[in-house]
């Protein structure tokens, strides 16, 4: 007999437990234990996870070759304090989605889906999956790129990423996967490795603070810079992944202030690292070495050239890293979108025979994106970079709905927004509205020939 | 030592073995879940939102928004393809 068939209620014919609460209710009781017996460290050890993966998770393969193209052409100054103000943006959008997942035990694409209507649900899963699959081939491409400095091909690069997938979904439990990706994402400190190992100059560190000198070009080029930046820094996947990722895990409102400590343990994480692969990619500056960015090895390899072999080995391994991470959550938020809105079950908790949904939307997007690079003359280094521009103009749609979740009352209770937390979302959210609607239009104007680029 | 009770009851906890049916481990179990956490209880839907004047009008605006700028993005998209 089952756990769920012994524990069916005799007078609802109803299962009390499925076997998801079983899991999820086995990892809430050392949180229990941790929180009754006063184990401070133990307790923030069990509730982190979500906020760091998706801070790290975000700092992905193209973010990282982005930040290190503005250092090997700007430089440290004006990057070097924007990455910084850019996560602690991220860090108020992601801690109102942490605290709804909490509060509520529902996910981002479910709650919009009910309480806002099908058009906006539908809507909101079509963008994510849309560009998810843009930004997994991207994150392919950023393996490829950092196994082509192992002078590996881009099969290797496939085969990697979707052998990780299903390594990562095999344990049937959300606890190891998460544990599995945490571990794996904390090697994105490879990139402040990097930075170390090409000796900067700290007083030009601390002098970036100034936020000069200013980027030259036309306006055009700092709005499309900035935009970019926003893009590798704040996106729609996180927010459904962190929202689904809290309410997977289990947690509360009694946890909501550990969640608050993962997600800004996340954000500075992912400051420094983002910080470091700017320093590691300024080491270029000045050399007038021709990026060939993703069509090659052409970063890790210029590194190497410049900075020595070991800056090379290790900004190489790092992107591996950051496109590996990125996969499995990306996939991941893929597939908590896709269960919550056709209404069936979505949690690592689950079997596979009883969420079928939900792993055949985790693999299927990472096989359908691995088979894109696969693709003999695939245009690849457009669909990367048009990645950042899909993300960074429906953002806005994704944050507008993030604000009113947070603030709806009949939902959130006493753990609504505060008026000083709206204040600050709402000024992130008209600026990276600005800044991504500016980036569209410029785009669609360049690509029509009505401004120059 | 006041450690060896937890450590004990942790790693019986976390044995992914199926557990024989005892009725007091599921109550304990369940006791650790809150009541609307359930899978049963989280497949409920919560009703439509109530939506005021501004706020209507202002995911009107967001609409019109999407729409232009979806066109804009589709259209730069394929032209990058090409």
């Known amino acids: 007999m089952s756990l769920s068939e012994a524990t069916a209620s005799p007078l609802l014919r109803q299962p009390l437990l499925s076997d998801e609460d079983t899991a999820r209710s086995r990892d809430r009781s050392r949180v229990h234990h941790a929180r009754y017996n006063n184990r401070r460290w133990r307790l923030l050890w069990l509730l982190v996870g979500p906020g760091i993966l998706a801070m790290l998770g975000e700092n992905d393969g193209p ?98 990423g979707l052998v990780l997938v299903l390594f990562t979904l095999s344990g049937g439990r959300y606890w190891r996967w998460e544990r599995t990706v945490l571990g794996l994402a904390l090697f994105n400190g490879l990139f402040l490795v990097a930075a170390i190992l090409v000796k900067p100059h700290v007083g030009s560190i601390v002098s970036s603070f100034s936020f000069t000198p200013l980027p030259g070009g036309s306006l055009n080029t700092l709005l499309l810079l900035m935009a970019s930046t926003i893009g590798a820094t704040v996106t729609p996947w996180m927010i459904f992944f962190q929202q689904s990722a809290s309410a997977d895990k289990g947690m509360t409102p009694k946890d909501v202030r550990h969640g608050r400590y993962d997600t800004a343990l996340g954000a500075v994480l992912a400051g420094v690292f983002g910080v470091g692969a700017l320093i590691a990619g300024a080491a270029l500056l000045n050399h007038g070495l021709g990026i060939q960015g993703f069509a090659g090895a052409g970063f890790p390899a210029a590194l190497s050239h410049v900075a020595g072999g070991a800056v090379g080995t290790v900004f190489a391994l790092g992107l591996i890293e950051a496109g590996a991470v990125a996969i499995l959550t990306i996939s991941a938020s893929t597939a908590y979108a896709a269960g919550e809105c056709v209404g069936v079950s979505h949690s ?90 500016a980036y569209g239009i410029d785009s669609f104007l360049q690509s029509v020939h009505i401004i120059g680029s | 030592m006041s450690a060896e009770p937890y450590e004990h009851d942790r790693a019986t906890q976390l044995q992914d073995v199926p557990i024989p049916y005892d009725p007091d481990a599921d109550e304990e179990l369940i006791m650790h879940l809150e009541r609307d956490q359930l899978v049963a209880e989280t497949f409920r839907p919560v009703p439509r939102a109530e939506l005021g004047r501004r706020a209507a009008i202002g995911l009107w605006a967001l609409r019109i928004f999407v729409v232009l700028v979806s066109a804009m993005v589709i259209y730069t998209f394929m032209a990058g393809l090409h």
């Open chain 1, 63 to 160: 973010s990282m070759i982005a930040y290190a193209s503005d250092g090997a052409q700007y430089g440290l100054g004006f990057f070097v304090p924007v990455i910084p103000i850019l996560f602690a943006m991220a860090y108020v959008v992601q801690e109102m989605c942490m605290r709804v997942g909490a509060v509520t035990h529902r996910g981002y694409g479910e709650l919009v889906l009910q309480r806002h209507g099908r058009v906006w649900g539908w809507f909101g899963a079509g963008d994510l999956c849309l560009t998810n699959l843009v930004t997994l081939i991207a994150e392919f491409v950023a393996i490829r790129v950092g196994l082509a400095y192992f002078h590996l091909g881009p099969g290797v690069a496939v085969a990697l």
């Open chain 1, 348 to 437: 690592f908790n689950t079997s596979p025979r009883n969420a079928a949904v939900f792993y055949a939307a985790n693999v299927g997007v990472s096989l359908l994106a691995g088979l894109v690079i696969l693709i003999p003359g695939a245009p690849l280094l457009s669909i990367a970079l048009n990645a950042n521009v899909l993300a960074t103009v429906l953002l806005p749609v994704s944050l507008v709905f993030v604000l009113m979740l947070a603030n709806d009352r009949p939902l959130m209770g006493r753990w609504a927004n505060r008026r000083s937390t709206n204040v600050v979302g709402i000024a992130v959210i008209v600026f990276v509205s600005i800044c991504g609607a």
